[in-house]
């Protein structure tokens, strides 16, 4: 049973440009979560999502940011117009519809870097 | 707001010895569960240990258990017999048993296995 996929592992933007992170969830697993890293600090929180609904957002700036869950294909997180500041590096995980509350198990993450 | 703290930023140990990472945290729910996920060189997230605030037993997985105490909302790891392979940073999450399903991180320790 394949793991949570991320891709690219490694993104290199110029500033101004478009980053857009793909995450596909584990066989069997509906609801996906986005945690971004910042170096030298813990996780955190973005955004939780299943099928074609946003659950919570809380964690998402509030502009430049988005994501999506289609019906169809992965889950994309996308950040226009990048600045430095969103360096970091970008985790999906997921977790399956059985259950209040799930274990989430994570991607290998993608590496954003902003020239 | 939910907060989890961990207060030893480095620790080492030899190998085969035993050692024992630190975590609090500070909620008003009574339901909710505790994590332990590791973050090798490799930077990928890895689930250590889970606990639910309504079990009174500890979790044990193989040389990895916890010390639970619900009153003092503490949540401690122990790794028994290191590896070299143990070599990681260990984050300590919660997550509460509503529908917030998000994961709020402890900052972190960096764990050294010493050959």
């Known amino acids: 049973n394949a793991g949570v996929m991320q891709n690219p592992r490694h993104l290199v933007r110029r500033r101004g440009q478009e980053a857009r992170l793909r995450c596909s969830p584990m066989?069997?697993?509906?609801?996906v979560y986005w945690y971004r890293q910042l170096p030298e600090e813990g996780l955190k929180f973005m955004v939780y999502?299943?099928?074609?609904?946003?659950?919570?957002e809380s964690g998402m700036p509030k502009e430049r940011f988005s994501a999506e869950f289609p019906k169809e294909g992965p889950s994309i997180l996308r950040i226009q117009q990048v600045v430095r500041g969103d360096s970091a590096a970008y985790f999906c995980?997921?977790?399956?519809?059985?259950?209040?509350?799930?274990?989430?198990?994570f991607g290998p993450g993608t590496r954003l870097t902003v020239l | 707001a939910q907060t989890v703290t961990q207060s030893q930023p480095e620790m080492s140990v030899q190998e085969a010895e035993t050692v024992t990472l630190s975590c609090t945290y500070d909620t008003s729910e009574n339901n909710y569960y505790l994590f332990w996920y590791k973050q090798p060189p490799s930077r990928q997230m890895i689930l250590v240990i889970r606990?639910?605030?309504?079990?009174?037993q500890n979790a044990t997985e193989n040389r990895f258990s916890v010390n639970f105490q619900k009153a003092a909302k503490s949540f401690s790891l122990k790794i028994s017999d290191s590896q070299l392979g143990d070599t990681a940073m260990y984050f300590c999450?919660?997550?509460?048993?509503?529908?917030?399903?998000?994961?709020?991180f402890g900052s972190g320790t960096q764990l050294t296995v010493l050959p």
């Open positions: 995980a997921s977790s399956p519809v059985t259950g209040v509350t799930d274990t989430q198990y």
């Open positions: 066989k069997g697993h509906s609801h």
């Open positions: 999450a919660f997550c509460d048993s509503g529908s917030a399903r998000q994961l709020t």
């Open positions: 999502l299943q099928k074609e609904n946003i659950i919570d």
């Open positions: 606990q639910e605030a309504y079990k009174q």
